[in-house]
């Protein structure tokens, strides 16, 4: 039977009980989710350092129907006058329906001050007011909108990759697809613990107990965004990335997911068929750990040893 880490049982347990335990949402209910998470995610970053010596630059950046999404450039000080470099599109988490890069500021800032990549923070819309395919054409008009203004950010246009969490994740893997099939190169795809796949909304009786984002929040993001086509023939890979019939041609990645989430299996299917497609796949199924486990308790080892890889594979590309 599968067992939650003892370190990260250990820190749960001391939460207060409004953060140990989420509350059920019926399928569908995206507000009270939207709610809950967004909650959630503010007192998770409330809990990080500013980083006020990481230089914050909001920019303007016109979507695929013209309407303005907000981008938020992360450099660390004095990076304008370094030899052009990596720099990352971070895309947040959220389930599709939550999440901002005001709710990630601090996340990211602590990326870029562990590593000193800068990173782009999308502000794209989300479901269900913005169904597919807005939110990834968000994501890939903030990755062309970087591609035109590399010289003024020193950013070596041949380094630049893309990386999210949860929702953020299957939208970085979306992205790859459409860069790909569009011809705009990317380095690398960091997917940490990927939302991939609609059709995954029956419930797995071992992962229920652990499922901090359950089967039920699952299936209400996934309609959020794709409506009545959930689960059918009608959804493409550009959605959800496990629908893409053909993985070759795509950027090298980083896959990481915890044993206990809901995602595990899709991800490993995913980080496979990358192999199997000819692209390079670094994957990591952290035992004992639920969806965002690095994020309830960063200071257990598992976390730690996750965070160590991330920023690993940041600093080279």
């Not at 019939?245 to 980080?271: H, K, Q, T």
């Amino acid at each position: 039977m599968p067992s939650m880490d003892a370190q990260l049982l250990s820190v749960m347990l001391a939460l207060p009980g409004d953060r140990l335990v989420a509350p059920a949402f019926a399928r569908g209910d995206w507000q009270g989710l939207r709610t809950f998470s967004e909650g959630a995610l503010a007192s998770l970053e409330g809990d990080l350092p500013e980083h006020a010596e990481i230089l914050r630059t909001d920019f303007a950046v016109a979507g695929h129907d013209g309407a303005q999404i907000l981008c938020r450039w992360y450099a660390p000080t004095g990076s304008a006058s370094q030899t052009p470099g990596a720099a990352i599109i971070y895309l947040h988490g959220g389930g599709m329906i939550a999440g901002s890069v005001a709710l990630y500021d601090r996340t990211v800032a602590s990326y870029v001050s562990d590593t000193s990549v800068p990173m782009l923070s999308v502000d794209y819309r989300r479901a269900p007011e913005h169904p597919h395919p807005t939110p990834v054409e968000d994501c890939v008009a903030a990755l062309a909108w970087l591609r035109t203004n590399t010289a003024g950010l020193s950013v070596d246009p041949l380094r630049i990759a893309v990386m999210g969490d949860s929702a953020g994740g299957g939208l970085a893997a979306a992205t790859a697809l459409i860069a790909r099939d569009r011809g705009i190169p990317l380095a690398k795809q960091l997917l940490i613990y990927p939302m991939l796949d609609d059709r995954n909304t029956t419930p797995d009786p071992l992962l229920v107990p652990f499922a901090g984002w359950s089967y039920d929040d699952n299936y209400t993001g996934w309609h959020a965004l794709l409506g009545d086509r959930i689960g059918t023939a009608e959804v493409p890979g550009a959605a959800a990335p496990a629908r893409a019939a053909d993985l070759a041609g795509l950027p090298d990645a980083y896959i990481e997911v915890g044993e206990l989430d809901i995602f595990r299996d899709e991800s490993i299917r995913y980080a496979q068929r990358l192999v199997s497609s000819g692209s390079s796949s670094e994957l990591h199924v952290h035992p004992g750990c639920p969806h965002g486990f690095d994020r309830i308790a960063r200071g257990v080892s598992v976390a730690e040893r996750a965070r160590r890889d991330r920023l690993r594979v940041i600093t080279q590309v």
